[in-house]
């Protein structure tokens, strides 16, 4: 059995895929992140009251793309002598950001955290308008069109997100952390990819990497709904095809210059271990993987949690 374990994994090891970057990919984004560069972020910060005394606890708002309001907590340890790291947390699809306690055990180590709520989901609107809408779900919204399909807003709300620790004076510029488990993971390393300021990028179980071979290898999750739409419209799988790969991160990845962890399960039914290996092998910046082979799409498991702790520690 052992032996069969480090067969898959070589052969995952070994998978080169070829990149599906159109021919503006680049310019793509640098037209998305110079629009979005100069837009004001309307910060709100309002203190909560909130039964641990150890902590400051904030609901925040600041502007995302086409100044649609992202809400998130803003926590940080009561006591801070000195600037201190902090990490930015994407969560997964169709969740929210949890509660502020969730988070207790990066705050007693003296990290900041910024928990998003991506748009649409947790307490999060969504100011766009998508002429592709008919799925009642965010894959799909605007997947006709690049310029306004719904990953685009999403990464920029994440690069708006290091906007917004960036003006705390108690945070260390230099030590920013983006974290997220599934839809969670691709978003951080999208975010990492098309930002620089970060310097760890920590992604589960990642979605949105290697996306063709994904929705090939898949059983479950928000891809099926990209497969119900081509159901529908034939007519469009090109053009579908050819707007997803602007938001792979195997079409992004290369733009890495943080420190890069990533995790895969190989019983994963949701994100398929080569579609992660994919992209994990196409990485040039410093990067490590931890390979679980009896885990699937949920990573709360006890070594996962304690070996991340340990990886943060090390590299912010």
């Not at 052969?11 to 037209?31: R, V």
């Not at 509660?99 to 766009?128: E, F, N, P």
């Not at 920029?156 to 003006?167: E, R, Y």
């Amino acid at each position: 059995m052992l032996r069969h374990i480090e067969e898959t994994r070589r052969q995952l090891e070994s998978y080169s895929p070829s990149l599906t970057k159109q021919p503006d990919h680049d310019e793509f984004w640098e037209k998305t992140l110079k629009e979005v560069g100069g837009c004001a972020l309307h910060e709100k910060v309002e203190r909560i009251s909130y039964p641990i005394k150890q902590i400051n606890a904030y609901d925040v708002s600041y502007h995302g793309f086409d100044d649609t309001p992202i809400k998130a907590f803003y926590i940080t340890p009561a006591k801070i002598e000195e600037r201190v790291p902090c990490i930015i947390i994407f969560h997964g699809y169709a969740g929210h950001k949890n509660s502020v306690s969730h988070y207790m055990k990066w705050l007693i180590q003296g990290y900041a955290v910024l928990a998003v709520d991506c748009r649409g989901q947790g307490r999060t609107g969504d100011y766009s308008r998508y002429t592709s809408d008919e799925m009642g779900t965010w894959v799909t919204k605007g997947i006709l069109d690049k310029e306004e399909y719904y990953y685009r807003k999403v990464f920029m709300d994440g690069v708006k997100a290091i906007d917004f620790v960036c003006n705390r004076e108690e945070v260390d510029k230099e030590r920013i952390a983006l974290m997220g488990a599934s839809m969670g993971g691709g978003i951080a390393l999208a975010v990492a990819a098309l930002d620089d300021r970060p310097k760890l990028a920590v992604a589960d179980v990642p979605n949105l990497c290697d996306i063709p071979l994904a929705m090939k290898l898949k059983f479950e999750g928000s891809l099926t709904v990209v497969e119900q739409f081509l159901h529908r419209h034939p007519e469009n799988i090109e053009k579908v095809y050819t707007t997803l790969t602007y938001f792979d991160n195997l079409n992004l990845c290369e733009r890495i210059k943080c420190r890069v962890r990533m995790t895969v399960g190989l019983k994963d039914l949701i994100c398929p271990p080569m579609s992660i290996f994919g992209v994990y092998n196409s990485i040039k910046a410093p990067k490590s993987i931890e390979v679980f082979p009896f885990s699937g799409h949920d990573m709360a498991i006890i070594e996962h949690l304690d070996k991340t702790l340990a990886y943060v520690n090390e590299h912010l």
